[in-house]
């Protein structure tokens, strides 16, 4: 997404998502939350890159946990601009 380590390791996981915070499968707030609370999120959303463009994205977020205690959390976000262009290549066949 074009952020180096320096940049983006220890920011908020907002800054991944539009502008306000709020994409159509929720906030990183609520995302947050629910892998807090269940161990793990995983969604479809839109989320930004470092220059202000948008893509289709998978996201996992893992809840870090040490003697029970949550210390973190771990993100993979999947870039699924190419597959959606497959899937709508496929449509168009």
């Known amino acids: 997404k074009q952020w180096t380590a320096q940049e983006i390791v220890g920011q908020h996981l907002r800054v ?4 306000g915070g709020v994409a159509a499968d929720g906030t990183a707030e609520d995302h947050l939350l629910h892998a807090a609370a269940r161990g793990e999120y995983i969604g479809e959303g839109t989320r930004m890159r470092k220059d202000g463009t948008f ?4 996201t996992v977020l893992t809840a870090l ?10 993100k993979i976000t999947q870039d699924l601009t ?8 496929l449509e168009r066949a």
């Open 16 to 19: 991944l998502y539009p502008p």
């Open 65 to 74: 946990r040490e003697g029970g205690r949550l210390t973190g959390f771990s």
């Open 82 to 89: 190419a597959e959606r262009a497959h899937a709508r290549t």
């Open 55 to 58: 893509f289709a994205a998978r």
